[in-house]
């Protein structure tokens, strides 16, 4: 990582000068915090690939008669999800803050590692980074490509995502697809109801989210608005349930941009970390007078069941 201050040297001197000058006032813009992972059923394992297995079952009731006449079975199939490693690697030399208005953040008398410069690189950068990325680049829209040697890994290429695994299972016929033709934010209301009046009725009575994106979101609202289910100067709250069911519209920040839905229980959308290794523990190294910061975690995100999930993905074939 390069520290540029270039436009601070520029603007307040190649010196630094006791003003008062603390970490308050450097600001920065809001960054994205977890959502979806907030929404899971936590899963806590050693295990590299969470095995799972899906059973269906066929019919058993049949009319009365003496003679033995078998009916009934059972289909078990695996499933599966994976944990994926993820890492951060940088480096920096926190010296050349020294002779500007920045110096406040170092101190001669401990090493550049304990400056507390690099303490709010942890805090401030690092952290909120990690869940940002996470939430707006792997979670949702992560395409796996396995690291190529020697260089920094892509944006989005950590994992794969939901929107992967909802499309993958779209076209292996595991996972419900329902057509409600493209997203228009004059009908969206109407296609938001016609979506979960497809999902399975036994299934319809769970409190679920139904998730999309926040500018989707926001459309659906406007045209509930539209439909007189409240009036502009009223003082209540509209809220996203979808009227006669416990579902719920839930937008995610890690779907914005797509124009996808989808739908499941929260017992069935699984989020997979180590049960003895916690994620994010930064490592600090002190190398000629440079500073490394490194971390590395696992985690995995994915469907119990598949049938148990309805999404507005077509099918690719």
């Known amino acids: 990582m390069s520290i540029t201050t270039t436009a601070i040297i520029q603007e307040y001197g190649a010196f630094y000068q006791d003003a008062g000058q603390n970490k308050k006032r450097i600001l920065s813009l809001l960054s994205q915090s977890r959502e979806l992972t907030a929404l899971c059923t936590p899963i806590k394992t050693d295990d590299t690939i969470f095995r799972l297995a899906n059973a269906t079952f066929r019919t058993l009731v049949q009319p009365f008669q003496k003679t033995f006449t078998q009916k009934g079975g059972v289909t078990i199939v695996p499933n599966e999800i994976r944990q994926y490693r993820f890492k951060i690697d940088d480096e920096f030399m926190p010296d050349e803050l020294y002779?500007?208005?920045?110096?406040f953040m170092t101190q001669k008398s401990v090493d550049r590692k304990d400056w507390p410069f690099v303490k709010w690189l942890i805090e401030t950068y690092y952290a909120r980074q990690i869940d940002q990325d996470m939430e707006l680049n792997e979670l949702y829209k992560g395409v796996y490509a396995a690291p190529v040697a020697g260089q920094a890994g892509v944006d989005g290429t950590c994992m794969n995502g939901l929107q992967m695994q909802l499309q993958a299972g779209v076209d292996a016929g595991t996972i419900n697809s329902v057509d409600i033709?493209?997203?228009?934010?004059?009908?969206?209301?109407?296609?938001?109801e016609l979506f979960t009046d497809s999902i399975a009725e036994v299934y319809q009575g769970i409190k679920m989210n139904v998730f999309m994106s926040r500018?989707?979101?926001?459309?659906y609202m406007q045209d509930k608005?539209?439909?007189?289910f409240y009036q502009k100067?009223?003082?209540?709250?509209?809220?996203?349930?979808?009227?006669?069911?416990?579902?719920?519209?839930?937008?995610?920040?890690?779907?914005?941009?797509?124009?996808?839905?989808f739908c499941t229980p929260?017992?069935?959308?699984?989020?997979?970390?180590?049960?003895?290794?916690?994620?994010?523990q930064f490592k600090l190294e002190e190398a000629k007078r440079s500073v490394a910061v490194m971390a590395d975690w696992s985690e995995g995100l994915g469907f119990g069941i598949n049938q148990a999930v309805w999404t507005n993905i077509q099918p690719t074939v």
Not at 99 to 103: V, Y
Not at 215 to 219: I, L, P, R, S, V
């Open 99 to 103: 002779a500007t208005w920045l110096g």
């Open 181 to 192: 033709q493209a997203l228009d934010a004059a009908t969206i209301f109407d296609q938001v």
């Open 215 to 219: 500018a989707w979101y926001k459309k």
């Open 225 to 228: 608005r539209t439909q007189g």
């Open 233 to 261: 100067t009223s003082d209540q709250q509209i809220d996203g349930g979808i009227d006669f069911t416990p579902l719920d519209v839930k937008p995610l920040a890690c779907m914005v941009g797509s124009n996808d839905i």
């Open 266 to 280: 929260a017992e069935n959308l699984l989020h997979i970390t180590p049960a003895t290794i916690t994620k994010n």
